[in-house]
């Protein structure tokens, strides 16, 4: 009997990989080879030698992007090796192109050290216009981020974090409004404080949500609590302000939200019933989540969501970076800052209108191509008006 699984490996059997290098011009003739290679070819070398942003104009850099893994975190298929991850980079790059008409470059790189990664991308960052990192384990993957955003002149963005918290605070954006409750006064609990769950919990902070409770596999984290990592200590700081104590069940008693980047199963019937009325439930650990949608609703969430394609209200990244990048690139920002993720979460909230927005479409469709559009222009706003405020 086929599966989804069986389909997929005999169809990547048979087109041997997913993308392709493709000529933006012809070299058919003696004069096409003088102007595209040598020797006219030197005329543009010497203009970016002597002014360097010129290689924005004279090469494709400023359409293209480096999806970069160390195959560490590939799906829910853990460490898997930077060869194994090579097929859902390739898939990145697909998406890339298909949704912000981006042309995007895999590299798997073969090591599980900090400084090796942060070295071996930083020097090869001066062929690209951004670096989308992928697939990179916690707390690793904070570390390497941070750094090359501090030695790198152009976007690094890793999208396990940022495109995750971007689609997901859309998500609640339309959820919240639908459910009539208040922005600010939520109490939410999220499951997973690895990557995703952190960067998640972050921005809803900045974007005053309410409180924020996470969870990992020793229960509720707070500040004081023993055995934290950095990035969990740091989050420790700035959430949970009653400092709640216990497991995850224990905390989400009472909790308006639940937003689940964990694991399968995780959440029960009786634990989704404690929660205040109108409840609304994020689960999205993939590709089982951490309650099945007929569960929750049936133990009374109002809205749920999940990362899966065959339910609605699919929480899904390529709602978010094919425009955050279309955005960064089009204004040549050096980064992608915090203003520029909110104004992507608001913008994919506003595709859903007043008239559209029910329990099962707080979040625009995967496939709806427009998104990207509309997230690159707000991502272009929020530089210029961030570029105005520098300047002022």
């Known amino acids: 009997m086929e599966t989804f699984e069986t389909r997929s490996l005999a169809l990547h059997e048979r087109l041997n990989g997913k993308i392709e290098v493709v000529s933006r011009a012809q070299c058919k003739t003696a004069e096409d080879l003088s102007l595209l290679y040598t020797p006219g070819v030197a005329e543009p070398c010497r203009a970016i030698a002597a002014d360097y942003q010129k290689s924005w104009d004279l090469t494709r850099r400023s359409r293209l992007v480096a999806v970069i893994t160390d195959g560490t975190a590939v799906l829910g298929l853990g460490d898997i090796g930077p060869a194994a991850g090579m097929p859902v980079m390739e898939g990145k790059c697909l998406l890339f192109k298909e949704f912000g008409d981006i042309d995007a470059f895999p590299l798997c790189i073969d090591t599980h050290d900090v400084d090796e990664a942060v070295r071996t991308i930083y020097l090869i960052s001066k062929s690209f216009g951004g670096i989308n990192l992928e697939d990179i384990a916690a707390p690793r993957c904070f570390e390497i981020e941070r750094r090359l955003k501090e030695l790198c002149d152009i976007p690094v963005f ?208 995967a496939l709806n191509k427009h998104v990207a ?11 210029e008006h961030q570029s105005l405020l520098d300047v002022q």
């Open 158 to 365: 890793h999208d396990d974090q940022h495109g995750t918290a971007i689609v997901t605070a859309a998500g609640l954006l339309n959820a919240v409004r639908f459910v009539g409750k208040e922005l600010g006064s939520l109490r939410i609990v999220i499951s997973g404080a690895g990557a995703a769950g952190i960067a998640i919990g972050e921005m809803l902070l900045r974007m005053g949500f309410g409180d924020v409770i996470c969870c990992d596999r020793e229960g509720a984290i707070y500040e004081g609590r023993e055995a934290l990592n950095e990035a969990k200590s740091q989050f420790a700081r700035i959430s949970n302000v009653g400092r709640r104590a216990g497991s995850l069940a224990d905390v989400l008693a009472g909790a308006d939200v639940f937003v689940g980047v964990s694991a399968p199963g995780l959440v029960t019937r009786e634990m989704v019933a404690s929660m205040a009325p109108n409840a609304i439930v994020f689960a999205q650990a993939n590709p089982t989540p951490e309650i099945m949608p007929e569960e929750a609703k049936a133990a009374g969430a109002v809205v749920v969501a999940t990362g899966r394609s065959d339910y609605p209200n699919q929480v899904n990244n390529v709602l978010a970076f094919p425009g955050i990048f279309k955005g960064a690139l089009a204004c040549r920002a050096p980064q992608i800052t915090e203003e520029m993720k909110v104004a992507a979460a608001r913008a994919i909230a506003s595709l859903v209108s007043y008239d559209e927005l029910s329990a099962d479409y707080v979040i625009p469709s």
């Open 373 to 383: 559009d509309v997230v690159a222009e707000a991502v272009v706003r929020a530089f």
